[in-house]
């Protein structure tokens, strides 16, 4: 009876440190790649309008004006770029080992026999990425509610709109990727987590 329940408890700590893991290097490439293309694509229509607006000579005005421009487009840009980095994330997850345990794609599980993806290309993941981005907005809109109801119970705040923003939802786009990938394997049947 113990050792089952030690080797149960192996188990349990093997798979939150695969979980931890994979979010870990999951999160580390969403953040650097839609704020790396982000900063990019401000930068440039920051540039566009700076060179369309005559070029005014460079002074302390024109800086403070150009940096509340890139600020003010990053923003902005930084939405599209972020929904592409969750589509190109989630290409990383797979074949790759991480605490012991891999997480796998397989072939159309309707076929009598699922064959594992070795070299996966974004048309391949078009299915499991539809129904991971779904989960992942049911638990972004959860932690939303939760938030709400906890703004509401417990802080002066009124509303939604006085505390959120894009750097808001994006921790909880966060949090809810690390939830989201313990309920992918059961909830997507071409998604399999084996061990490596």
Same mark, same amino acid.
Do not use: D
């Given at each position: 009876m113990?050792?089952?329940?030690?080797c149960s408890s192996l188990l349990v700590k093997a798979v939150n440190k695969f979980y931890l893991s994979l979010w870990f290097f999951w999160a580390i490439r969403v953040t650097v790649s839609s704020v790396v293309?982000?900063?990019l694509l401000a930068t440039i229509i920051t540039l566009f309008i700076y060179l369309t607006q005559g070029s005014v000579e460079i002074n302390e005005k024109v800086i403070g004006a150009l940096i509340k421009l890139f600020?003010?487009?990053f923003a902005i840009v930084w939405n599209l770029t972020l929904?592409? %980095?969750l589509f190109r994330s989630i290409k990383g997850l797979f074949n790759r080992c991480n605490g012991g345990y891999t997480l796998q794609l397989l072939s159309?599980? +309707?076929?009598?026999?699922? +064959?594992?993806?070795?070299?996966i290309g974004y048309g391949d993941l078009v299915k499991?990425?539809? +129904?991971?981005?779904?989960?992942l907005i049911w638990l972004v809109g959860a932690e939303m509610v939760i938030a709400l109801a906890?703004?509401?119970?417990?802080?002066?705040?009124?509303?939604?709109?006085e505390w959120f923003s894009i750097y808001v939802l994006y921790g909880f786009v966060l949090l809810g990727g690390y939830?989201?990938?313990?309920?992918? %394997?059961?909830?997507?049947k071409q998604v399999r987590i084996s061990k490596c």
């Open positions: 113990n050792i089952t329940i030690l293309l982000g900063s600020i003010f487009w929904l592409l %980095a159309c599980p +309707k076929e009598s026999q699922s +064959k594992v993806i070795e070299n499991v990425w539809r +129904k991971w981005f779904m989960l906890f703004t509401l119970l417990f802080t002066s705040y009124n509303g939604l709109f939830f989201s990938f313990m309920i992918l %394997a059961s909830r997507c």
